[in-house]
C-alpha cells in the first residue's frame, strides 16, 4: 500500500485516539489526505470523565464539533470544590460562565472519541482507518518515511506517506522506532 504522491503530500496518523482523530480532522480541514492506522480491532468505551477547557473547546469547534458535543456534554458553568466533609472549598466559573468566548464541557471520555470517530468517518470516510494494525517499526530515508504494520490477520504491510505522526499512546511504538 503506498500513500505517497509527489504532488500530493500524504500523512500516516498511527493512533485512532482523541489526539489521533483530533489531527486527521486538522489535515483533512487544511486540505491534507491522511489515513489512520490503530492497534486495536474495534473500539470501546474506555476512560473517564474530562473537562474540554476553552482552548481546547474552540479548536474543536473550528473542525465543526461544536453541536456534536453540546449534544453529549454537560456544558460547564462553574467549578465547585469540596473537602472530603462536604465543606465548600472554592468556586469559581467556568467557560462562558467565565467570560471566555468559548464553552468548556465535562464529558466521557469515550462520548468524545465518538465524536471524534463520527466526523472522522463522515469526512475521510471509513477508509480513511485501519483498525486492528499495529505499527511495529518505522524507517525514513529522508525522501519518505514507511511503517512497517503487523496487522489482525497476521499478515504484515508496508505504508508510505510522506510523514508519519505518532498519536499512538505512551508506549509508541513510532517513538520507540525513532529514538531507541
Not at 7 to 20: E, H, Q
Not at 104 to 117: F, W
Not at 159 to 168: G, L, P
Amino acid at each position: 500500500m503506498n500513500l505517497r504522491s509527489a504532488a500530493d503530500p500524504s500523512v500516516l496518523v498511527v493512533g485512532a485516539g482523541i489526539g489521533g482523530l483530533t489531527t486527521a480532522l486538522e489535515l483533512q480541514r487544511v486540505g491534507i489526505r491522511c489515513r489512520i492506522v490503530e492497534a486495536v480491532e474495534r473500539f470501546g468505551p474506555v476512560g473517564v470523565g474530562i473537562n474540554v477547557l476553552p482552548h481546547a473547546s474552540r479548536l474543536l469547534g473550528e473542525l465543526g464539533l461544536e453541536e456534536a458535543l453540546s449534544t453529549r456534554a454537560v456544558l460547564t458553568r462553574e467549578s465547585v470544590f469540596f473537602n472530603r466533609f462536604g465543606q465548600l472549598i472554592h468556586r469559581e466559573p467556568a467557560g462562558r460562565g467565565a467570560g471566555y468566548a468559548d464553552p468548556q464541557y465535562s464529558i466521557h471520555r469515550a462520548d468524545l472519541h465518538g465524536v471524534l470517530l463520527n466526523a472522522v468517518t463522515d469526512r475521510l470516510g471509513k477508509d480513511a482507518f485501519q483498525l486492528g494494525s499495529r505499527v511495529v517499526a518505522v524507517k525514513d530515508d529522508g525522501r519518505q518515511a514507511t511503517a512497517h504494520v503487523k496487522c489482525e490477520d497476521g499478515s504484515n504491510v508496508d505504508i508510505e506517506a510522506d510523514v508519519i505522526v505518532a498519536a499512538d499512546g505512551i508506549n509508541s511504538a513510532v517513538r520507540e522506532a525513532v529514538h531507541c
